[in-house]
């Protein structure tokens, strides 16, 4: 399985699947469930929910719906939790996590991040969960109970303490306007949908982040000007992984027009102390296009909005041109030549795994 490819946490599904039958009286693991009228009911709140999210950006998560519970419990939160857990293997890459004793999770909904983070963190971690629906606040102490011990509710952010990780894991697009109080916590790791309107959100947000002390420590690998923000109208930047889904996902899925093999994301690990200086490093941004003669991917190392490029009368016979996953970390290559916006190779371009740590 590619280091790209995540499956959910049997630990997560069996307390997910627990729930859902207690509250909806669906069993997401019976032998018939592929057919049943429960996979239907759920395809159906998980459009729904789709729907919303797509009509009514910067609107709060509908919670006191059932269909905004089902479709959440039974969908949302996975590919949340997932989304989360890659930026926190970004994280790991450069122990941007080292040293965090508190963690912030606002609009925590049912507690996808608190979760991802849960498994990487210290058990000594604190967390405070900011959730302004009592519904979802309700259902994340159900799946979760255990928890409580290491964390409290509140409904306004108090000022964090010391070595504080604020988390806005598909939260912060709910606000009407960028909120001055995060910029009191040490370290934030925001993740928002890959809209290009959320995701050039995003990138303003990281300009206003630079401007005010904040140093990135991912995706980017500089803290110059982003150039998808600079040099495009159109472009965000956005990550994307697998998702390997358990066969009741499926079954719910071949009831939707949406498919989600493959989880994207925006997002952001940002700090007040600089990342360790990174070398040689640059970042894949784009997917792979086929052009006439040349294939392409955009790159970023810096200000520039670049693209690898492969020409395809310059590769040896019976080769095909390399495709690099979207998110990849490279090696800059040694050897290439520079054609205006294009950085033409020839060699193959190595890739960072993504459970490697960052060169230093
Ligand atoms: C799309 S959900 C994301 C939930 C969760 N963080 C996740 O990743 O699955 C956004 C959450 O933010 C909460 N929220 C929005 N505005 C809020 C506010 N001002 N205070 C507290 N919670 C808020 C909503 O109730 C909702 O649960």
Known sequence: MSDRTFEIL?????????????????????????NSSGARKMAQAVLKLSDFFISAEAQPTPWEEPWCQLAYLSYYMIL??????????EAERTNYLSGVEQV????????????????????STQYVHIEKALTAQTLHKNIFPADAKNSRWTD????????????????????????????QFDRLMIIEPATSQQGRVLMENRKKLIER????????????ACPLL????????????FFQQPEWFQAIENHLPIKNQTLTFSYLLAAKTPPPALKGMARITGDFLDEKGKSRQLVCRNSERE????????????????????????????????????????????ILALDKKNPS
């Open 307 to 350: 693209f690898l490029a492969w020409m395809h009368k310059n590769l040896p016979k019976k080769t095909e041109p390399q495709r690099i996953p979207r998110g990849a970390m490279i090696y800059w290559p040694s050897e290439f030549e520079q054609k205006s916006n294009e950085i033409r190779v020839t060699k193959e371009i190595s």
């Open 156 to 183: 306004l952010p108090g000022v964090p303490a010391k070595n504080s990780l604020g988390v806005f894991s598909f939260s912060l697009n709910e606000l009407s306007a960028f909120p001055e109080w995060i910029l």
């Open 10 to 34: 049997p630990e997560l599904e069996s307390k997910i699947a627990e729930i859902i039958k207690q509250k909806f009286a669906i069993d997401i693991f019976a032998e018939n469930f592929a």
């Open 230 to 241: 600079e040099k495009s109208k159109n472009d965000w930047c956005h990550d994307r992984v």
């Open 213 to 224: 002390g904040f140093h990135i420590w991912a995706p980017c690998t500089h803290q110059e």
């Open 104 to 123: 912030t999770d606002f609009g925590a909904g049912l507690g996808a991040a608190t979760y991802s983070l849960s498994k990487v963190l210290p058990s």
């Open 80 to 89: 949340n939790e997932i989304r989360c857990r890659a930026v926190l293997q």
